[in-house]
């Protein structure tokens, strides 16, 4: 009978007592692992944004931030995981954004040596040079949930590109880039006056139209109109009757408007876009009861890299470099450390 229970025993630990102490063990192991695979995670997403450029030196650049006036020394890289962050969604394809970090490497080593701010090589205004976001307060802004493997997208994009920039006659290029080129990018001529340069050209991009930055409309009554054209022409007069005193009456080479008639002014477009806030100087005018409507094809002055042009490429299959190449001519990609 005791030899009975006694086996019983031996029975029911060997059924659960002992597999529950494997399992235990197991879910230990998978659970450290889990933990060490975030931690490896963690660790690599830190370094690939502080690695050095090329080959031990170490790039760094001063970066004034405009809201403090304060100067700080960040290495490039690791800057330009912020800049990536700051100037296209996230949401945009690998390529796309890689196209954007080489880009914007490009610029600021075009800052560094042409300089626009006295104590700095760069600051963090998109307004001034190019968009910068601290680490902080780009999470603060991405779903929960997604901050951590958003980021890692950035770095990839940042690391998978070190080092590479665009340049012509074994100089960095003045890497313009802009949101939505409406199809069509600009000259900088058109846009900034002064010279062309040979590898800004007028680019046609297919699958512009499907992002949301194609489209825009601002409507104004003739009234609002007068008062903010009243700003800068103390002295314009509309006749709103006659339909030819508010005429669109010159295009650029692509497109967009290069001089409309307002009354007794002759305007430039881009003059025009700044004073109104539209999105871009492609727009078309519609008059109707007292309204003028301005649709607005296109985000930015148009000038160098479209970045949803960029993506619908990179949807199509382009990779990074391809990208570049479609929207700057005559170029070639290069390493850092062999120009500077
Ligand atoms: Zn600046």
Request: charged share 30%; hydrophobic share 35%; with cysteine.
């Amino acid at each position: 009978m005791k030899k009975i229970f006694i086996y019983i025993l031996i029975l029911i630990t060997s059924c659960f007592i002992i597999p529950a102490i494997f399992s235990k063990s197991a879910n230990k192991t998978a659970e450290t692992l889990n933990t060490n695979n975030v931690e490896n995670t963690i660790e690599k997403e830190d370094n690939t944004c502080k690695e050095k450029t090329e080959k031990g030196e170490e790039i760094s650049i001063k970066l004034l931030h405009e809201k403090t006036g304060e100067t700080e020394e960040v290495n490039l890289e690791e800057y330009l995981c912020n800049v990536v962050s700051a100037e296209m969604p996230v949401s945009f394809e690998l390529e796309a954004l890689k196209a954007q970090a080489i880009v914007a490497r490009t610029y600021t080593i075009f800052k560094m040596e042409n300089k626009k701010h006295e104590n700095a090589d760069i600051c963090d205004s998109s307004k001034c040079c190019q968009a910068w976001v601290s680490k902080e307060e780009r999470f603060k802004r991405w779903e929960d949930g997604k901050k951590e493997e958003n980021w890692i997208k950035i770095s990839k994009a940042v690391d998978e590109t070190k080092g590479k920039i665009i340049t012509y006659n074994n100089k960095p290029i003045n890497a313009f880039f802009h949101s939505n080129s409406g199809g069509k990018t600009e000259l900088p001529v058109n846009v900034w006056g002064g010279n062309n340069y040979p590898y800004l050209q007028v680019i046609e991009t297919s699958g512009e139209n499907e992002y949301k930055q194609f489209l825009s409309e601002l409507e104004l009554s003739n009234e609002e109109l007068l008062d903010k054209l009243k700003v800068k022409y103390g002295d314009i007069n509309i006749n709103f009757e006659d339909d030819n005193d508010i005429k669109i009456l010159e295009f650029t080479e692509s497109g967009r408007v290069r001089t409309i008639k307002m009354g007794n002014h002759n305007i430039s477009g881009v003059e025009l876009r700044n004073i109104l806030n539209l999105k871009s100087n492609n727009f078309e005018i519609e008059k109707k009861d007292g309204k003028i409507k301005f649709k607005v094809k296109g985000y930015g002055h148009g000038v160098g890299m479209s970045q949803t042009g960029a993506d619908s490429l990179a949807k199509q299959g382009k990779n990074a470099e391809e990208i570049i190449k479609h929207f700057y001519k005559n170029i070639e990609i290069k390493n850092v450390s062999q120009i500077l």
